[in-house]
Structure formats: structure tokens, C-alpha cells
Nanobody, 126 residues
Framework: QVHLRESGGGSVQTGGSLRLSCASSGDTDSRYCMAWFRQAPGTGRQGVAGTGNYGRITYAESVKGRLTLSKDWATKTLFLQMDNLSPEDTAVYYC????????????????????WGQGAQVTVSS
């Protein structure tokens, strides 16, 4: 069993910053791919940023340069630093873990992520 818990969501004004955290626990050994997704009201889930082996990271084009993913391997905590936020970033943000064991290239294919957190609301006002 795997547990993922997001924290750090909230409300900010345009141009502000937030930092999301995702604490992972349970059967996470040798499972290296983790990612952030988001879902705005009335839209589908969108991959935001993902990491895999050797600290490799991939980003959605729309967030490059503003959102930064990092991971503390010792505590198995995933972070998402979000800067220069705009109302278009308003969404529920989810942390996800790919159940594959062993080598994993970072990816944003939601269908390959087996475990999900409960989500954290991020609201950006103009």
C-alpha cells in the first residue's frame, strides 16, 4: 500500500508564489517516477511536472520557467515550487506515484500512475 499526502495549497494573487509538498509512505521502494498533475473545474487532468531516476525531470510546456519540481530522496517528499502564478494555474493539484519498480524515465502519462494523493486546492486571483 502507498500513501501520498499533499500540503501547501492556498490562495494567492496573480504573480504570487506557493510551494506544494507531497509526503509519500508505504511500499515506495524502487519506485522512482513521481509527478504533479492538476485539474481545473470543467477540464481534464493535466500533467504538470514529473521526475524519475537520476533526478531527471520533465515539465509541461505551459509551466516551464514558473513551476519547479524537486524531490527529497531521503524523506521521499516531492515538492512543487510555483512562482509568478496566474489565474490559469487555479486547479486542484495532485501528487502521483508510478507503481513500476526499477528504472523509470520521467513522464506525464496519467494512466501509468497507480497511486494518487487527495489533492490540494490552489486558487490564484487577479
Amino acid at each position: 500500500q502507498v500513501h501520498l499526502r499533499e500540503s501547501g495549497g492556498g490562495s494567492v494573487q496573480t504573480g504570487g508564489s506557493l510551494r506544494l509538498s507531497c509526503a509519500s509512505s508505504g511500499d515506495t521502494d524502487s519506485r522512482y517516477c513521481m509527478a504533479w498533475f492538476r485539474q481545473a473545474p470543467g477540464t481534464g487532468r493535466q500533467g504538470v511536472a514529473g521526475t524519475g531516476n537520476y533526478g531527471r525531470i520533465t515539465y509541461a510546456e505551459s509551466v516551464k520557467g514558473r513551476l519547479t519540481l524537486s524531490k527529497d530522496w531521503a524523506t521521499k517528499t516531492l515538492f512543487l515550487q510555483m512562482d509568478n502564478l496566474s489565474p490559469e494555474d487555479t486547479a486542484v493539484y495532485y501528487c502521483a506515484l508510478d507503481g513500476t519498480r526499477g528504472y523509470c524515465e520521467p513522464h506525464l502519462d496519467g494512466s501509468r500512475y497507480n497511486y494518487w494523493g487527495q489533492g490540494a486546492q490552489v486558487t490564484v486571483s487577479s
